[in-house]
């Protein structure tokens, strides 16, 4: 539907201030699962900047009831409720406004406005959540101050909670009570939430910096509470944290958390009321990973760095959600790199920086060649919830990171500080931000914009000389696109401001002291220059021998490199750099190449070979113990095929997948004795420890097992893997046993997992989450013993715990096989793409946010070879007959346009 109030598209330049204004809102709730009411008082106000006679409400899927000014009922004529809210015609220029209104949380599947998971109550408000609440203008430059009264069963309900403070409760007739809570801060709709139910927290009291003393709560449902006090030292943490890097507080007397087991995100912000997936606040050592352990540190910082960028200033419209989210991930990356490697320890902050940056190469930068490419300020969009994206968080941090690149820690500090001064408890864009820092600098940051308003990946490439005679050095960089995507393409302007990190390294693998022309003197071994044009040289003087460069120290921008190093020169990268992050991607460009050699040699069905050097370049990396066991993990885990795959002129998953594993075996074979040694050296015996070491030694010691079972005799890591699954006091190196032992199984039959299989699920079959992992580590399996993994997963979906409702099963099962598992989801039948399709038209009628997240792994079938591509179309064509939410619609029309 759509109409000029409810345009089917919505766009950036189309933006208008709010015709009204709301002082302050209080919301009543009698909480019944079937039929919940709200009562609604506002005192609204004309917006002096704006023009409207009446009153535009936003609401969906509610029940109207009633509606008062001033007390006094409205007639039926003077209020129509439609499809899309509530119009009011007629209104004064201030008046209270009260509206009566139902909604049905038991049967509300989508999980977005209030909810019911395992018989308790959740809201999910962003970005338009709320208007399924209560009428009202839910956008999020409308900011209130909210008062909440919580009424519901005292024994089905016993907890009631709300943003801010409780200032009221108490019982009610009928076995009911209640709970009244006010929140200081004015806020947008979307940082509201209730939670109604059985619960119990873990609490803690600390002093914040200034003195005062605040009450912190991890809430989950009873049976969770041995698995709350790693969320609750990671918020703890995060406080500490923004106290120290940014001199920020937390604001309110009481920060609470809670876990929801249905979410079809990672967590929501809600001011003073966190709720997060259970994913990202449960763990232990028996249930939960390394990887775990270190995620949920990475969302309770986020979520509670959210308090200052996002919540105290907030974004103007949708368009501007970067504008919190790019901030936000990058304050959440610097604080998980301190907390693994403190301010300093270069090395320890890049396995951080390396993990951040793989996910934004093989992830965002797909999403920008493809035809759901968007600005990291996005210009339109039909659904807002499509727009929760790698572009707008994660390459929007990498836009953040670049002001720090540019200005420092101090001059990022600098900025941050000017921007508060400014616009706390605003509603602002990303040019505000970009103004504060550009003005905190004193410098001109025009050309930055183009950061914001251009989409696609830029390429530089790089062309050097060196003159032996002057002793000079000159680097010619130029800037452009590459043959981007058309939703890209449509987007440029002109060059960008590119913050580019160079060192120089002699031939005894030395950094040079760097000089550029014109300069008095040497200064440091890593300089960043600015490219600013479509090309431009740079020239380094008093440089003495031919150097090796050294580019895009520490990724210093969200750019493609394009330079021709040969293999030898790369392999001395990988062996000398003294940049962590380069000497990491050394070693991935030359993986990369040699790969793809593979993958095409594949495809042409010519006999495979890989290169001695290449082998012996890791072999280096693999016994260098002046290396961290965690770098030295990442150096020697191959570019996935998803990456891969996206670097080929059109994707073969097939051929890559015959690639990887071709190498894995080699390195396996070659390195065999090297790699058993590694699993006894970093075996970590006695209690376990979540440190970032200790894990490091778990990762290295888990990535020689798998390498061990890719022998064409995998029966030592068998046996060693079923011993260390029987023995493990962790579920890191559970898991890893486990998938290990799946991997075996596709040479060697199902029967070598079976047992490790059974064993695991009965083991945690009341840990919803280790569940989740089983579905996981099935779906991503290679097969067993030639049977395709479709019919595994196919026969999964009809086990009694899978639900095709709960987000995080669905994601497990899947997701994982669609997503994760792309040699055999691509299968030349086609029999991956009719799953995809069944399960996308399943979910849509249930979750269309999750749905559309499922859709979005065809969205790239123009990049493969002809036959895949020819199946994915009839796939999302059929998908495009019987969809019916305009979030999947949209995917699929991008997709096939
Ligand atoms: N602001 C949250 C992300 C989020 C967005 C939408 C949600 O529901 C549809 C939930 C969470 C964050 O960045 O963590
Ligand atoms: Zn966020």
Known sequence: ???????????????????????????????????????????????????????????????????????????????????????????????????????????????????????????????????????????????????????????????????????????LPDGRHFAKWEDPFKKPSYLFALVAGKLVALEERIRTGSGKEKLLQVWVEPHDLDKT???????????????????????????????????????????????????????????????????????????????????????????????????????????????QGGATDEAARAVKRIDDVRVLRQMQFAEDAGPMAHPVRPESYVEINNFYTLTVYEKGAEVVRMYQTLFGRDGFRRGMDLYFKRHDGQAVTCDDFRNAMADANGRDLAQFERWYSQAGTPRVSVRTAYDAASQRYSVTLSQGYGEAAPAARETQKGPLLIPFAIGLIDRAGRDIPLRLEGEAAANGTTRVIELTEQEQTFTFVDVKEPPLPSLLRNFSAPVIVEYDYTNDELAFLLAHDSDPFNRWEAGQRLATRELLALAARAQAGEPLTFDDSTVAAFSRVLTDETLSPAFRELALVLPSEAYLAEQMAEADPAAVHAARQFARKRLARALKNEWLAIYERHATPGAYEPTPQAAGHRALKNLALAYLAELDDPADAVRLANAQYEHANNMTDRAAALAVLLAASAAAGAGVAQGALDDFYRRFEQEPLVIDKWFALQATQRGSAGRPVIEIVRTLMAHPAFSLRNPNRARSLIFSFCAANPAQFHAADGSGYAFWAEQVVALDALNPQVAARLTRSLEMWRRYTPALRERMREALERVATQVKSRDVREIVEKALA
């Open 229 to 339: 006090r790693h969320a609750m030292d990671s918020l703890i943490n995060s406080i500490r944290w923004d106290e120290e890097r940014f001199g920020l507080e937390l604001d309110l007397d009481r920060f609470m958390i809670v876990a929801v087991s249905d979410f079809n995100m990672g967590a929501m912000e809600n001011k003073g009321l966190n709720i997060f997936n259970t994913k990202y606040v449960l763990a232990n050592q028996e249930t939960a990973t390394d990887t775990d352990f270190g995620n949920i540190e990475a969302v309770v910082g986020h979520e509670y760095f959210h308090n200052w960028t996002g919540n105290r200033v907030t974004c103007r419209d949708w368009f501007q959600l970067s504008l919190k989210e790019g901030l936000t991930v990058f304050r959440d990356q610097e604080f998980s790199a301190d907390m």
């Open 1 to 171: 539907m759509s109409d000029t109030v409810n345009p089917a598209v919505i766009r950036r330049a189309d933006y208008a201030a709010p015709a009204f204004l709301i002082d302050s809102v209080s919301l009543e709730f009698d909480l019944v699962p079937e039929r919940t009411i709200v009562t609604n008082t506002m005192r609204l106000r004309r917006n002096p900047d704006a023009a409207a006679a009446r009153l535009e409400l936003m609401g969906e899927a509610l029940e109207f009831v009633s509606a008062a000014i001033d007390g006094k009922t409205l007639p039926a004529s003077a209020v129509r409720a439609h499809e899309h809210g509530l119009t009011i015609e007629d209104v004064p220029d201030a008046f209270t406004l009260t509206i009566e209104s139902a909604c049905n949380p038991g049967a509300n599947t989508t999980l977005s406005g209030l909810y019911v998971s395992s018989g308790n109550f959740f809201t999910q408000c962003e970005a338009e959540g709320f208007r399924r609440i209560t009428y009202f203008l839910d956008r999020p430059d409308v900011m209130t101050t909210f008062t909440v009264t919580l009424r519901a069963d005292k024994t089905a309900y016993p907890v009631l909670l709300s943003n801010g403070n409780l200032i009221e409760q108490g019982d």
